[in-house]
């Protein structure tokens, strides 16, 4: 004969965990979207300053004066190569946070490090990278400062 009295225990125990389990999932689905808003809204700033980098890109004139006005002066590399290697910077950076958020993998980001590093480690990227560290985030700055040095010591 079955104890109702035990089942009821029991029903009333499965609920409790499926209870806790759907709030952990969607304490975990909250997370994953308020990094999802930061990251994004970090992304529109940059995209934002990049269409202006652009504009610049596109006329020999403005490129020079938009350098100087953010870094005031105009680093000894062409304005036009300037704003290139400042656009792939950003670019990098964007890179960099979705690797950070778990959104690009092991394998593809080992690829995206190399790359960028290979490039970003010529002269005229060290000239650019002196003038536009500082508007990073210390964890990138940190983190590119040492591939740099790496690249320094193999190459």
């Known amino acids: ?21 759907a709030l952990v999932a969607g304490a975990i ?20 300053e990049r269409e202006i980098w652009l504009a610049a890109l596109r006329d020999r004139e403005i490129a020079p004066n938009l350098l100087n006005a953010i870094w005031g002066k105009t680093p000894d590399v062409p304005a036009s190569e300037s704003l290139f290697l ?10 960099y946070c979705r690797h950070k958020s778990g959104l690009v993998s092991k394998e593809a980001w080992s690829m995206f490090d190399q790359y960028f590093t290979e490039v970003l480690s010529t002269p ?17 700055v940190v983190y590119f400062d040492h591939l740099i040095r790496e690249r320094g010591r193999a190459g």
């Open 86 to 95: 400042a656009i792939l910077m950003d670019h990098f950076w964007h890179a």
């Open 29 to 48: 689905q909250l997370r994953y979207i308020l990094l999802q808003s930061r990251i994004e809204a970090q992304f529109s700033y940059v995209q934002a």
């Open 1 to 21: 004969m079955l104890d109702w009295s035990t089942v009821k225990d029991v029903v009333n125990e499965v609920g409790s965990i499926a209870t806790a389990l």
């Open 124 to 140: 005229p990227a060290d000239v650019i990278w002196a003038h536009i560290k500082r508007i990073y985030p210390e964890d990138f």
